[in-house]
């Protein structure tokens, strides 16, 4: 068996690493909310009564963090780990994302078949359907002529977006929440610039669909330097797809792959400047995702991966391409987890410590005022003595779970982005 299966692969993929630190973020987050609508009760009712201990910024800072942090909770919602795949008209893009997924679920050909961008995100309750840019309505898609069909009746520009859902339990990376985005040829249109604002600049992972047959080609080249001097240092994968095809070559085939690693390489390293040289040798791989695809539904039946007539040297080229899986699971969890978390942690801790400021200046002026109070005849202050201790008290305690929360999540977090 040269493959795992999808569960198998699922419980040790590094994806979890994301899965986990999300869902670790999430609690917190419900915690933080928690905390937020505490405290913008507990300071508004007090500024009711006793306008001198907190005023009405404090109230404001406050409250308005409530809004905030369901804000900060629907973004992490959202939140997944994207994949965007790149290369000339016909290289393979379609057929390489087919291959991780498991299936034929985009639709694949000769000629220019993808005609603008194409989102395959996991959907829950078993849902197939699609939805096109501006538009709020589900089509229900049961297969990839109904969804190849579905794309033609559209007058789509290349520009456009169309988010194809998938049930997330056919994939282990649709479950994982990875996003796949699919693209048209890059030779083919000239608005690389919108593309790249409109559909790249959140993608973790970008794969570069090259055809082994070939070489990069300029076009190629030049759509990665606009990519890199908008994203600092993107994450590259190269794939020499087709590989297939030099098995035919035997004489020629390690000259070949020679000269393809050598100007893969530079490009990543010299050029783009965005990997060592040891890096890049994660980076490139000699695939066929038309074998990949035509084994794993083979395996999916029960049969053996190969069937028929087959170039030789499948076995290599399949293991390649689970390799380039691993490291590409490996790179993305790492990206997504950097990018998308870290700018959410830092946040929480902000407004955590915003309210503990606010805290702990309610603390300090409800001290002060005691003191002055202790100047004024001791009888008619008792009762405002009382008072004012329990304040004291409940604010002492309102800071000492804020000053708790802040160091609990500031401890999570620091654990949760180094695991
Ligand atoms: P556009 O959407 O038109 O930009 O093309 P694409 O890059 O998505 O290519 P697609 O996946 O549609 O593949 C184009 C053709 O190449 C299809 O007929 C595939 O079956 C075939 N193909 C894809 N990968 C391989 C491969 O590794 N080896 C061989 N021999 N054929 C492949
Ligand atoms: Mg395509």
């Given at each position: 068996t040269v493959a795992?299966?999808?569960?198998?692969?699922?419980?040790?993929?590094?994806?979890q690493r994301f899965v986990k630190g999300k869902r670790k973020i999430n609690d917190i987050f419900v915690e933080i909310e928690d905390y937020v609508l505490d405290s913008s009760n507990y300071v508004s009712a007090l500024r009711k009564e006793n306008k001198v201990i907190v005023d009405e910024g404090d109230v404001k800072l406050v409250t308005d963090y409530v809004q905030k942090?369901?804000?900060?909770?629907?973004?992490?919602?959202?939140?997944?780990?994207?994949?965007?795949?790149?290369?000339?008209?016909?290289?393979?893009?379609?057929?390489?994302?087919?291959?991780?997924?498991r299936d034929k679920?985009?639709?694949?050909?000769?000629?220019?078949?993808?005609?603008?961008?194409?989102?395959?995100?996991?959907?829950?309750?078993?849902?197939?359907?699609?939805?096109?840019?501006?538009?709020?309505?589900?089509?229900?898609?049961?297969?990839?002529?109904?969804?190849?069909?579905?794309?033609?009746?559209?007058?789509?520009?290349?520009?456009?977006?169309?988010?194809?859902?998938?049930?997330?339990d056919k994939c282990f990376l649709l479950r994982d929440d990875v996003v796949f985005v699919d693209s048209p040829g890059i030779d083919v249109s000239p608005n690389l610039d919108e593309w790249?604002?409109?559909?790249?600049?959140?993608?973790?992972?970008?794969?570069?669909v090259a055809n082994a047959e070939s070489t990069l080609m300029v076009t190629e080249k030049n759509f990665f330097h606009k990519v890199s001097t908008k994203l600092s240092k993107p994450n590259i994968f190269i794939l020499n797809n087709r590989w297939d095809a030099s098995a035919s070559e035997m004489d020629f085939q390690d000259q070949v792959r020679a000269q393809h690693l050598e100007r893969a390489a530079d490009f990543l390293v010299k050029e783009l400047k965005v990997c060592s040289p040891k890096e890049a040798n994660e980076r490139i791989f000699f695939v066929s995702a038309k074998e990949v695809l035509q084994a794993r539904l083979n395996e999916e039946k029960g049969m053996p991966p190969h069937s028929g007539a087959l170039a030789e040297g499948f076995p290599n080229r399949y293991f390649e391409f689970q390799?380039?899986?691993?490291?590409?699971?490996?790179?993305?969890?790492?990206?997504?987890?950097?990018?998308?978390?870290?700018?959410?942690?830092?946040?929480?801790?902000?407004?955590s410590q915003d309210i503990r400021d606010v805290m702990e200046s309610i603390y300090e002026k409800a001290l002060a005022t005691q003191?002055?109070?202790?100047?004024?005849?001791?009888?008619?202050?008792?009762?405002?003595?009382?008072?004012?201790?329990?304040?004291?008290?409940?604010?002492?305690?309102?800071?000492?779970?804020?000053?708790?929360?802040?160091?609990?999540?500031?401890?999570?977090?620091s654990k949760a982005l180094s695991e």
């Open positions: 795992p299966s999808a569960d198998l692969r699922n419980s040790s993929s590094p994806l942090i369901k804000g900060i909770r629907d973004v992490l919602a959202r939140d997944h780990m994207k994949v965007a795949f790149f290369g000339r008209t016909s290289n393979g893009k379609s057929s390489v994302i087919n291959a991780m997924l679920i985009l639709p694949s050909g000769i000629g220019h078949t993808t005609n603008c961008f194409l989102q395959v995100e996991g959907s829950e309750n078993g849902e197939s359907y699609l939805m096109t840019e501006g538009c709020q309505d589900k089509q229900n898609v049961k297969s990839v002529g109904q969804l190849a069909h579905a794309l033609c009746k559209e007058k789509l520009n290349e520009n456009q977006l169309v988010r194809i859902f998938w049930p997330r790249i604002d409109k559909h790249c600049l959140d993608a973790d992972v970008f794969v570069l390799d380039f899986e691993k490291k590409f699971e490996e790179c993305i969890s790492k990206s997504a987890i950097k990018t998308k978390f870290e700018q959410h942690s830092q946040r929480g801790k902000s407004v003191k002055d109070k202790s100047f004024v005849k001791k009888d008619l202050n008792d009762k405002l003595n009382f008072t004012e201790q329990q304040l004291l008290l409940i604010t002492q305690e309102m800071k000492e779970k804020i000053h708790h929360m802040v160091e609990d999540v500031e401890q999570r977090v």
